[in-house]
């Protein structure tokens, strides 16, 4: 069971009740499941946000020339910005059951 869960992301105990059910036939309460997770050394907690990897250089050399644009606009001149992606994909952190020395589930 305990590898289960260290494999398995579960934003709530509900979705652990039901799994143990399934698989042992047992049943807890909401109380009864949140002492034994936190028996098993697990913990409900926000894990550390990790941005994708990003190229450092070509980071420098954006801002080098964004810096270089803004000192050539006119004062009528506006800079507008465009991404396809959505802003928030893959950048909110939400709380989960995770082991306790783990950063991230």
């Known amino acids: 069971m305990e590898q289960h869960l260290e494999n398995t992301t579960y934003l709530d ?12 036939i047992i049943t807890y309460s909401p109380s009864g ?3 034994l997770l ?17 190229d ?6 954006f801002v080098e020339k964004y810096e270089l644009l803004k ?15 959505h802003p928030h994909y893959n950048a ?6 995770i082991k306790k020395e783990k950063q991230n589930s």
Request: glycine share 6%; net charge positive.
């Open 13 to 24: 105990s509900k979705g652990i009740i039901v799994w143990i059910f399934e698989q042992f």
């Open 33 to 35: 499941i949140t002492s």
């Open 38 to 54: 936190n028996r098993l050394g697990f913990v409900y907690k926000k894990p550390v946000l990790t941005l994708c990897k990003v």
């Open 56 to 61: 450092v250089k070509k980071q420098e050399e």
């Open 71 to 85: 000192q050539n606009l006119a004062a009528k001149d506006q800079i507008y910005f465009v991404d396809g992606v």
């Open 92 to 97: 909110i952190a939400t709380y989960s059951w």
